[in-house]
């Protein structure tokens, strides 16, 4: 699989409805973009929900802030080439938003109807 550029985006619990509402609205106009550029990828988001450590880490003279924990790869793991969910941020959201979404073919993710 290859692998473009990545971000990794820190919300707090209580906002996770806005920010996979967030996720949603941002991907159309992202692969537009890249669509328009010529570019042959798209915007791939990968959703999980729980505690992570975040700070500086790395020697003294090389600092760098960093965000890592088992929810951090929990994230990273699902698959997904789309916008990707796992069933406890899928748990998490309600109405509208929740109904976007329909289980996957890997156990514990939830994938964007479409």
């Not at 959703?47 to 992570?52: A, M, S």
Request: with cysteine; glycine share 12%; hydrophobic share 45%.
């Amino acid at each position: 699989m290859e692998r473009g550029e990545e971000a990794l985006i820190v919300f707090r619990p209580e906002d996770l409805a806005p920010a996979v509402a967030m996720l949603l609205a941002l991907k159309p106009d992202v692969d537009a973009f890249m669509e328009g550029a010529g570019w042959q990828c798209r915007l791939t988001a990968r959703v999980h929900l729980g505690p992570v450590v975040a700070g500086p880490f790395g020697p003294r003279q090389a600092k760098r802030f960093d965000v890592i924990g088992v929810t951090v790869n929990a994230g990273a793991r699902l698959a997904s080439t789309g916008v990707t969910i796992s069933r406890r941020v899928y748990d998490g959201l309600a109405g509208d938003l929740k109904a976007r979404f329909r289980e996957g073919k890997i156990d514990g993710a939830f994938v964007l109807r479409g």
